[in-house]
């Protein structure tokens, strides 16, 4: 039971991402309105999914939308949804969200005594 549980939870996960991935790659292929009726409502909903490879695939398709559109009726949303991932917990959906590294502390040296 646990194996079929995990089995589907893999298969659900990878299925999110890819609905991810192909909504970014959708961006400038087909026009807005499309996008905005058909894919973008199921896009900000993943932007709150548990699995991080999930968000990072959503902040990536967020950033590539509104690079290539306007979305009147979606903009705001998608907008607001992309400052939430900056502020992610996993530096990998910030790296998405952003474009940038996160700040990290720089390495301290070890003190000789």
Known sequence: M??????????LTFKLYRYANIC???AGLIDEE??????IDTLLDLASDR?????FA???????LLEVGSFPNKADDLKNK??????DKDKDVVFFATGE??????PTKA???
């Not at 499309?34 to 894919?39: D, K, M, Q, R, V």
């Not at 699995?51 to 968000?55: D, F, G, L, P, Q």
């Open 101 to 106: 590294l996160p700040n990290r502390s720089p």
């Open 24 to 26: 970014e790659r959708l």
């Open 51 to 55: 699995v991080a490879n999930v968000r």
């Open 34 to 39: 499309t996008l905005e009726n058909e894919f």
């Open 58 to 64: 959503v902040a990536r398709a967020i950033r590539r």
């Open 2 to 11: 646990f194996s079929q549980n995990l089995s589907l939870f893999v298969w």
């Open 111 to 113: 003190v000789d005594s």
């Open 82 to 87: 992309l400052e939430i991932l900056k502020q």
